[in-house]
């Protein structure tokens, strides 16, 4: 028999836009306090839609969680130009896993 593999456990987050005016893309960011401080995770922007009247649709995934820990993050979008703006508000997850023993 094959040793069971270890569950992965994660924090999707997912936003979208109704519409983007030269969005070049999303970083997000996360920390264990809603107060911070906050850390970049994404090593590269999440690609944006540019200039489009389409609605985006977009998921990350955080698969560096540990699961007895809560979270906070918020993404951010950055423009053509590099402006970057806070995107969201700060979004909590909650903890996978009671606390250990």
């Known amino acids: 028999p094959r040793p069971a593999a270890a569950k992965r456990y994660e924090n999707t987050l997912r936003w979208s836009t109704a519409s983007e005016v030269e969005n070049f893309g999303y970083d997000v960011y996360r920390a264990t306090s809603a107060d911070g401080p906050f850390e970049r995770l994404t090593r590269d922007p999440i690609p944006g839609g540019g200039t489009t009247d389409v609605?985006?649709?977009?998921?990350?995934a955080d698969t560096t969680?540990?699961?007895?820990?809560?979270?906070?993050?918020?993404?951010?979008?950055?423009?053509?130009?590099?402006?970057?703006?806070?995107?969201?508000?700060v979004i909590p997850a909650k903890p996978k896993l009671p606390p250990p023993h």
């Open 65 to 89: 969680i540990d699961p007895h820990q809560a979270y906070y993050y918020y993404v951010e979008s950055i423009s053509l130009s590099g402006v970057r703006e806070r995107f969201t508000p």
């Open 55 to 60: 609605p985006q649709y977009y998921t990350w």
